[in-house]
């Protein structure tokens, strides 16, 4: 059996339409986390002239809850197993799904279509890399593979076969989590992504100030935020703010912060909350101040805190005249 390949691009708008073959791709190559995405796959045209009479999409891990699109005049099949890792989806835990689509029927190869599938895009991708599709398309006399995946940072021109992939974008649905962690530094430290962080303003002689963040942990164990160091603070404590009665009580973790398996923490102002105690200085809005965090199971992590005045950390941080234009 010969086997011939056509071409294929990753990414509409990193990739312009310049390259002389022609290739297949996803309609929108972007997605967010927390969204559900419409993958429409774009062929257009089959193996060297050959028609196209079968197409198959691996789901990679992190995109659940497929569902594709029956087409007419294609036969559907899907086949179903289990995720590497446990997701929760509208308050359930998801353990399996649709691993593998393939459509049946028959393409020319001067005629030009669409497959669809629908999924649930998971915070166990990390926004800001792509996740990617393998497809294969199979003709009377051979087929292309588009499963090459790039390592980090290669441009997928390198690769002969890219497969076709998506790049993930921070979820919109909460500002908490929203662009913010989009325009500020990621953090990585094992398996756990640090972003959107950022301290409170001190009046001068102030003996404390609250660090904030959101911490997501994209592993299969809970880590803890245990403590830090800052070499503007002589204690570095985690703490828990909670109403007791009508009081606002303050107190300090011991066993430091959870964050649990696959989820994520955000630390803000009357929740939970990096105390910087025995402060050596101010902290005045607009400077920035670097501190070590440290974790129970993936370390130390140096992050460098942006620093707010009180009305801007209760937005997260976040111009209010930006909010409207994020999408
Ligand atoms: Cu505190």
């Not at 990193?14 to 429409?40: C, G, M, N, R, W």
């Not at 005045?284 to 070590?292: I, Q």
């Not at 111009?319 to 994020?326: P, Y």
Request: include cysteine; hydrophobic fraction near 40%.
């Amino acid at each position: 059996m010969h086997v011939k390949f056509l071409s294929l691009a990753l990414f509409a708008n990193l990739i312009a339409a310049t390259s002389a073959h022609a290739h297949a791709t996803f309609e929108t190559p972007q997605a967010k986390v927390d969204s559900y995405y419409k993958a429409v796959l774009k062929v257009p045209h089959g193996c060297d002239g050959q028609p196209t009479l079968n197409l198959r999409v691996t789901v990679p891990e992190g995109l659940i809850a497929v569902k594709p699109m029956p087409k007419a005049g294609w036969t559907l099949e899907t086949s179903t197993g289990n995720y590497a890792q446990n997701y929760s989806l509208h308050g359930k835990k998801v353990m399996s799904g649709v691993k593998q689509i393939t459509w049946t029927g028959s393409l020319e190869s001067d005629h030009y279509d669409e497959f669809v599938f629908q999924a649930r895009v998971t915070n166990a991708l990390m926004p800001g890399k792509p996740v990617h599709v393998p497809v294969v398309q199979k003709c009377a006399d051979g087929s292309v593979a588009w499963t090459e995946i790039p390592a980090a940072g290669q441009d997928p021109h390198d690769l002969k076969r890219p497969a076709p992939g998506i790049m993930i974008l921070a979820a919109s649905s909460d500002h908490e989590t929203g662009h913010a962690s989009m325009k500020q530094p990621s953090y990585n430290i094992g398996d756990l992504v640090i972003t959107n962080v950022r301290a409170g303003a001190t009046v001068p002689k102030a003996p404390v100030a609250g660090g904030y963040m959101l911490i997501k942990n994209n592993g299969s164990e809970a880590d803890f935020l245990v403590g830090g160091k800052a070499a503007f603070s002589g204690d570095v404590q985690i703490h828990e703010m909670k109403m007791q009665g009508d009081v606002m009580k303050m107190r300090e973790l011991a066993d430091g912060l959870e964050i649990p398996a696959g989820g994520e923490v955000m630390l803000k102002p009357g929740g939970y909350h990096v105390m910087f105690m025995k402060l050596t200085e101010p902290l005045s809005e607009g400077e920035s101040r670097k501190a070590t965090l440290t974790f129970k199971k993936a370390g130390s992590v140096e992050v460098e805190f942006d620093i707010k005045n009180r009305k801007h950390l209760k937005s997260h941080g976040m111009d209010h005249s930006k909010h409207g234009n994020s999408n």
